[in-house]
């Protein structure tokens, strides 16, 4: 499995480069994964790239991709956790949720303020996030709310590959 | 040919000698020239001209020898044969033969020489060939031998033959060297043979194309097609100008319907009418006449006014219409204008079946919008402010409107398409069945679901749909939030939506505030389409919820409008194991009521539902998800199992192996519902058996010592219906299951458990053996001491067991002394039917103990079981009557006792005029009993026995037959009762029962005959009716009892006799 995603590593950056650059992940992500937010595709890049220089290596692309596809409970709640923590304190912020949840609602009443909806919507998720009460979201906290109601994980944005999808 | 001709060709009815006359019509006419075509270009030139019939065609012709001059005939005796002779038997080829004056046989051997007769016989061609046909029923056979006989089903015959021929060339090829000339001739024949074989089916293809052609341009009307018209329009009539497009439609005359169906007086079917029609058209003043007649519909001139009842069946005018429709059409504008409004309205009708489904449920949503508005009212007011929620509501009553069913989707019009579309497939094929099968699919909606319904269809169906004017006044919190969560669920992408989900989740979906709420902010349409999506999280979320709210009978029936059921079993095709949990698990709260269960298993459910319990390892670790699928899966069928046709769904699909193969399973969660489906199927016969020969009998006596008490409670009930046969009584035992069984009586709380116990003790206890193992384990006092205080569910099997139970001598003892009898004649005084029924049986069985019948008769249980005889129920009348007999028999004083009821022999006298056999028999045996005492039997014969019993006499019952004749004996003892008897004509039937194969009416009947034989008159009578004959068989029978009747009473036959002579010769 490694050999065949190093395969598609190397298929992907061309003959002469050791690295991927965003706009080509952006690509399969949208592709293959089905990921189509713009601002997600964005983290979850981030989350990929561990030495954060803008590009992919093998070995972030693999390491990426095996949590990405056959993750364990636990390494996908870090992952989420990385990819919607946008400032990376470590902590989920009410701002963060709101950046996040933003394009969510789709669907806004005329006459009523736009940011309203999302900021209910926000309080609504911290409530489930928010375990400890403290105003914002720790790892700890998003972990427990997982365990608790497993839908949650992608609870702030589709940043996972969905079931349908097969391993390439 | 041969099938065109049996087929298509129109025989007449009736047989005269040896078949029916080709009758004078069209279609026939047309098949007779074709066939005569066939015969003159094949009989011409071809070999196959030449070839010899296997048997002669023969047939009465009206040429006479006359018409046979000429070279290539010669004169023998009477007959003219043709020179040329066959060439195997020497006979001639044709043969005109002389069977009287004028009258002449002709015989012809092959076509050239049919072809021959025709053109000699000139124009009366078609009459030879209607007598070949006429005499000839299978021409084919005659020609071709018995092989080629027309055959009903897939002919191959043909086929074998050419296989024949094959093989017999190549034989030829092998031996050619030793081949023999006339070896290779035969061959040579076989062929030809088979190519006018052949020549005959092309032919026999093109009749058959023909006739049908002709057939469904003219289709004649038949009764039944009628009735469905006339039942169509009457529904579409009625006063209402606009809506009804007649007034009213009936049928003119007397209302008595042949067994043909017609209505037509049998004179008059004679003419071929069906029935008589009078219709109202809005536009005419005057009903139109109709006749219905098998050529079709035509105006009659109405009633004759000399003859006021009967109808001038002369015809105005000449013109005769395919349907009533369009004959109405032609003569009121009205009609026409308005029957092509109400076409409109139906071509909407199989594009929306859904809309079927709800219209039974049309009254009853109707009134649930009403209230449903006038709360959106209150709520709207209250909130004006609130327009978000305003708009809410109007989304949610747009949608709500949708589902509002359209009345006029009953009214059938457009259906007379359909109907001649089909007539025209039918009557390709089967025009007999073509009645029949139109009137089925004619009310489809109605004949498709007779609500047939097993009785487990529980009232809960009945159970009211609103609960919810209380609710009105103050709104919980909690609406409000659930409002605001739905926004989300219907305004934000997945995200939103997940979290909105989760959120829901959150509340205490099983109260009832909340479970409404999320269904009266329009939750549930939202959470419903979730499932058509293709986002497995916001499924599975969905789900998750409408699981927890549908336990929600209310919040039931509008996921059920609202199609979720639909997509639910869609959803349990899915790959992904938690979605069909959850869409299982809901299925199984929803499938509550019959409407769901009926639409699961339209939509192809119960299948997959099937295929859900189909899981490999049943207990490995790792295998864990499949048995939770699996036993969802059987968790839903439970649920649906409670609809017979379910049920036999649910066999047809294959479940019985695989609720065998999980009933091994060790997870208690698991065989609650395996044994719940189990024990709701077992009250079909095919499942009983199924379930003993896939040996789960065995399991579910295991279980039965498993320490969940639902559990028990399932496999104790389980085996309560399976107990119903011997074999698994036996089974039962075997397993050691009464032991367990017994133990379980000690569970006095858990009523439930305790009725499924007693229940399964009933009807093991039907074996005597497994009797024998009650008593070993003193399950008798264990029962009696739940005879007080106990709910009816738990008495009436209590009782029941204990009725089994003391058909045992021993037991009726054993009874008495744990003190039962006492609670069991104090239960007398109940109300409940299948209680007293059970009651009686015991009281009965007891009384049967001297002993025991002291204690009755101390609590005056006599009494009360007379009293009964005045219950409404058959089935308690006949076991309180069987419950006397044994109380008259023991009781002392019993005369005494009986005469002190006041009105009670009348009663019982009366009873004889019941419908019900086993009533008749038991009171028969009760008065049997009564008549024992003479004072008694005095009384009754006032009240009038002796003709009632005569009365009886016809029945063909052996059991009541044995009875009666029982009481008849008895009956005799009293004044001129012999007599009366005699006068009543009860005697000769009485000889009849001789004839019965039953034993103990014998000894009955032979008592009841010795008795009668005392009268001289009676004597006579049995003696017409040949009694001496079987009574003589049965003075040598073993029965001791029976010789000696049988002996008395041809004793008393020769008696007379002898009297009479001497008579004679004095």
């Given at each position: 499995e490694i050999a065949s995603l190093l395969n598609m590593f190397k298929h992907l950056c061309g003959p002469d480069k050791k690295k991927l650059d965003r706009p080509t992940f952006r690509d399969v992500l949208i592709t293959r994964f089905k990921i189509t937010d713009d601002f997600l595709m964005d983290r979850v890049f981030k989350a990929f790239d561990t030495d954060n220089d803008s590009y992919l290596k093998a070995e972030e692309w693999v390491r990426g991709l095996s949590i990405f596809l056959k993750g364990e409970v636990e390494d996908l709640i870090k992952y989420c956790f990385i990819v919607y923590d946008l400032n990376g304190d470590g902590y989920i912020s009410r701002e963060e949720m709101f950046h996040m949840l933003k394009p969510c609602v789709v669907k806004q009443s005329s006459e009523e303020d736009p940011d309203e909806g999302v900021k209910e919507l926000v309080e609504i998720a911290l409530k489930k996030f928010d375990l400890d009460h403290d105003g914002r979201c720790s790892v700890a906290d998003f972990r427990g709310a997982v365990h608790t109601e497993s839908l949650l994980l992608e609870g702030l944005g589709h940043c996972l590959p969905s079931d349908t999808v097969s391993i390439p | 040919m041969g099938q065109a001709l049996q087929r298509a060709a129109q025989w007449t009815s009736a047989k005269d000698g040896a078949g029916g006359k080709l009758e004078f019509t069209s279609i026939n006419e047309d098949l007779l020239n074709a066939i005569l075509k066939f015969v003159e270009t094949t009989g011409k030139s071809t070999e196959e001209a030449s070839l010899t019939f296997k048997t002669p065609l023969k047939w009465q012709t009206s040429l006479n020898p006359q018409h046979f001059q000429g070279s290539g005939f010669s004169d023998s005796g009477d007959d003219v044969i043709s020179d040329n002779k066959s060439s195997k038997d020497d006979t001639p080829l044709l043969k005109l033969h002389k069977l009287a004056k004028d009258k002449y046989e002709v015989n012809i051997s092959t076509l050239g020489y049919a072809e021959q007769v025709l053109r000699i016989a000139g124009d009366k061609k078609m009459v030879e060939l209607r007598g070949c046909l006429e005499a000839n029923r299978d021409p084919v056979v005659n020609m071709l031998g018995e092989r080629f006989a027309t055959v009903e089903t897939d002919d191959n015959s043909i086929f074998r033959y050419i296989e024949e021929i094959t093989k017999e060339i190549e034989q030829n090829a092998k031996q050619e060297q030793t081949a023999e000339g006339s070896k290779s001739a035969e061959v040579e024949e076989k062929k030809i043979v088979l190519r006018l074989r052949l020549k005959l089916l092309r032919l026999d293809e093109q009749l058959m194309n023909m006739s049908i052609q002709k057939m469904s341009s003219e289709v004649r009307l038949s009764p039944a097609s009628v009735d469905g018209e006339v039942t169509i329009l009457k529904q579409l009539s009625g006063s209402d100008e606009t809506k009804c497009v007649l007034e009213y439609i009936d049928y003119y005359g007397e209302t008595f319907v042949s067994k043909n169906g017609c209505r037509a007086q049998p004179w008059r079917q004679l003419h071929g009418d069906i029935c008589y029609i009078y219709v109202k058209t809005h536009d005419k003043d005057t009903p139109l006449y109709i006749t219905a007649n098998t050529s079709g519909y035509y105006l009659n001139n109405g009633p004759d006014p000399e003859k006021p009842t009967q109808l001038d069946y002369t015809r105005p005018d000449s013109t005769t219409y395919r349907d009533l429709v369009s004959l109405l059409k032609d003569n009121s504008s009205k009609f026409a204008e308005l029957i092509d409004q109400q076409e409109f309205t139906l071509k909407v009708e199989q594009n929306d079946k859904k809309k079927i489904e709800m219209s039974e449920q049309t009254e009853q949503n109707e009134d649930y919008q009403k209230k449903k508005n006038s709360y959106e009212q209150n709520t709207r007011n209250e909130n004006d402010q609130d327009s978000d929620k305003d708009k809410n509501q109007k989304n949610r009553t747009q949608s709500k409107k949708k589902l509002e069913p359209s009345l006029k989707w009953k009214v059938l019009g457009v259906d007379d398409n359909k109907i001649q579309e089909e007539d025209k497939s039918i009557t390709k094929t089967e025009k007999k069945k073509r009645p029949v099968q139109k009137y089925k699919s004619k009310t489809p909606i109605d004949k498709e679901e007779p609500f047939s319904e097993s009785e487990t269809e529980s009232e809960e169906e009945e159970e009211a749909v609103e609960r919810r004017a209380e609710a009105n006044a103050d709104l919980p919190s909690e609406y409000w939030q659930i409002q605001k969560l739905v926004k989300y669920l219907k305004g934000g992408n997945q995200t939103a939506t997940i979290i909105a989900l989760c959120s829901l989740r959150d509340f205490n979906l099983s109260l009832e505030t909340c479970q409404l709420a999320i269904r009266d902010v329009g939750g549930l349409e939202v959470l419903i389409n979730l499932l058509d999506t293709e986002e497995v999280k916001c499924k599975i979320g969905a789900l998750k919820i409408l699981k927890e709210i549908s336990k929600n009978t209310q919040i039931r029936r509008a996921i059920a409008d609202l199609g979720g059921l639909q997509t639910m079993v869609k959803i349990l095709r899915d790959t992904n194991k938690d979605l069909k949990c959850l869409a299982a698990e809901t299925i199984a709260n929803v499938a509550k009521f019959r409407r769901a269960r009926r639409t699961v298993r339209q939509h192809g459910g119960i299948k997959r539902l099937v295929s859900l319990l189909d899981c490999a390892g049943l207990n490995k670790p790792d295998m864990e998800k499949d048995v939770e699928v699996a036993r969802c899966g059987a968790l839903a069928l439970w649920s649906c199992s409670k609809s017979k046709k379910?049920?036999?769904?649910?066999?047809?699909?294959?479940?019985?192996?695989?609720?065998?193969?999980?009933?091994?399973?060790?997870?208690?969660?698991?065989?609650?519902?395996?044994?719940?489906?189990?024990?709701?199927?077992?009250?079909?016969?095919?499942?009983?058996?199924?379930?003993?020969?896939?040996?789960?009998?065995?399991?579910?006596?295991?279980n039965l010592k498993s320490s969940n008490q639902e559990l028990q409670m399932h496999c104790a009930s389980a085996i309560f219906k399976c107990a119903e046969e011997k074999e698994t009584r036996d089974l039962v035992r075997q397993y050691g299951g009464l032991d367990p069984l017994v133990t379980l009586l000690t569970n006095i709380e858990n009523k439930e458990l305790l009725a499924a116990a007693t229940g399964a003790i009933w009807k093991c206890a039907i074996s005597p053996e497994n009797v024998q193992r009650f008593e070993e384990l003193k399950a008798i006092d264990q029962l009696v001491t739940l005879l007080n205080n106990q709910p009816e569910e738990v008495l009436v099997n209590v009782v029941g067991a204990l009725g089994e139970l003391a058909k045992a001598p021993p037991n009726r003892m054993q009874i008495r002394k744990a003190g039962g009898i006492s609670p069991l004649v104090n239960l007398l005084t109940g109300t409940n039917q299948a209680l007293l029924v059970n009651v009686t049986r015991a009281v009965g069985k007891c009384a049967e103990e001297p002993d025991n019948m002291i204690i009755i008769d101390k609590l005056d249980g006599v009494r009360l079981l007379w009293s009964l005889l005045k219950n409404q129920n058959p089935e308690v009348q006949a076991s309180a009557a069987w419950a006397i007999c044994p109380c008259i028999e023991n009781a002392k004083d019993a005369g005494e006792m009986v005469r002190s009821f006041v009105g009670g022999l009348e009663l019982i006298v009366s009873l004889l005029k019941s419908e019900d056999k086993e009533v008749l028999a038991s009171v028969c045996a009760a008065i049997a009993n009564i008549a024992k005492d003479e004072e008694n039997l005095a009384v009754i014969t006032d009240h009038g026995v002796v003709p009632m019993l005569a009365k009886l006499t016809n029945t063909t019952d052996d059991k009541l037959r044995r009875h009666l004749a029982e009481a008849i004996s008895r009956c005799c003892n009293w004044g001129n009762n012999r007599?009366?008897?005699g006068r009543e004509d009860a005697v000769a039937p009485l000889v009849k029962y001789l004839k019965s194969s039953d034993e103990n009416v014998h000894r009955s009947t032979a008592r009841a005959l010795f008795q009668l034989s005392k009268n001289p008159e009676n004597c006579i009578t049995m003696h017409e009716a040949g009694v001496v004959q079987p009574l003589m068989k049965m003075v040598g029978s073993q029965d001791e009892d029976l010789q000696e009747a049988a002996a008395g009473c041809i004793g008393n036959i020769r008696r007379l006799a002898l009297a009479n002579e001497r008579a004679k010769y004095a």
């Open positions: - | 379910n049920k036999e769904a649910m066999r047809k699909a294959g479940s019985i192996p695989l609720l065998a193969k999980l009933l091994k399973s060790t997870h208690e969660d698991m065989l609650i519902p395996v044994v719940g489906t189990l024990q709701e199927c077992a009250s079909e016969p095919s499942y009983r058996l199924a379930i003993r020969t896939e040996g789960m009998i065995e399991d579910l006596v295991q007599t009366a008897f």
